[in-house]
């Protein structure tokens, strides 16, 4: 059963959202103008309404509508189009809320998933093979700048806990320090 939802208050329904975060985000995107960030996009991108109605395969007047629709009557399928019309991608991202360690892991995910989408491009083409080890020596070198930040951040803070101390030597029960 595939049902096509219409407005953001229909997905968060739809997802069971407690009806007080639904409160909480209805009023967080109030005041947010979709269509007049639509709008600007298109004028950005020099087209009448007319000429985005022929990108969009749809009315002159459609469009009007769509620039001046309120929030909540704006479909995210047609926002989508509109959006992809003048070469936008859309991503919307619903999830529960994370701690800054399962965010980093979880674009630590995303960063893998993308080097691989990356690497799908390595052809026979040597101008592109050169760009993209070029690419992946320049993330090589981040991610162990990176790395090497964590060790020190790490063994700083463990040092902090258990400080290292000089190793003795116990000779017939008398304590000696180690020169």
């Known amino acids: 059963m595939d049902q096509r939802l ?9 997802m ?7 409160k909480q985000v209805t009023e967080n995107i109030k005041n947010y103008s ?3 960030n639509l709008t600007i996009l298109r004028a950005r991108a020099n087209f009448s309404q007319s000429e985005m109605a022929k990108k969009m395969k749809t009315s002159q007047s459609f469009i009007s509508k769509l620039e001046s629709a309120s929030n909540d009557q704006i479909k995210v399928d047609d ?5 992809a019309a003048l070469g936008y ?6 999830s529960k809320p994370q701690n800054i360690a399962q965010k980093i892991k979880a674009s630590y995910c995303q960063l893998v998933d993308l080097v691989k989408e990356l690497q799908k491009y390595a052809v026979n083409d040597e101008a592109i093979l050169e760009g993209i080890a070029g690419f992946e020596t320049e993330a090589a070198r981040n991610v162990l700048d990176l790395a090497s930040m964590l060790i ?3 063994s700083a803070k463990l040092d902090k806990i258990h400080p290292r101390q000089e190793p003795r030597i116990i ?5 000696v320090n180690r020169p």
């Open 34 to 36: 979709i269509s007049q």
């Open 89 to 94: 991608e859309t991503t919307i991202t619903i």
């Open 16 to 22: 069971g959202v407690e009806k007080e975060t639904a």
């Open 6 to 14: 219409s407005t953001i208050s229909d997905l968060m329904n739809e």
């Open 79 to 83: 926002m989508c189009a509109f959006l």
């Open 152 to 154: 020190e951040s790490s």
């Open 171 to 175: 000779l017939q029960n008398e304590n």
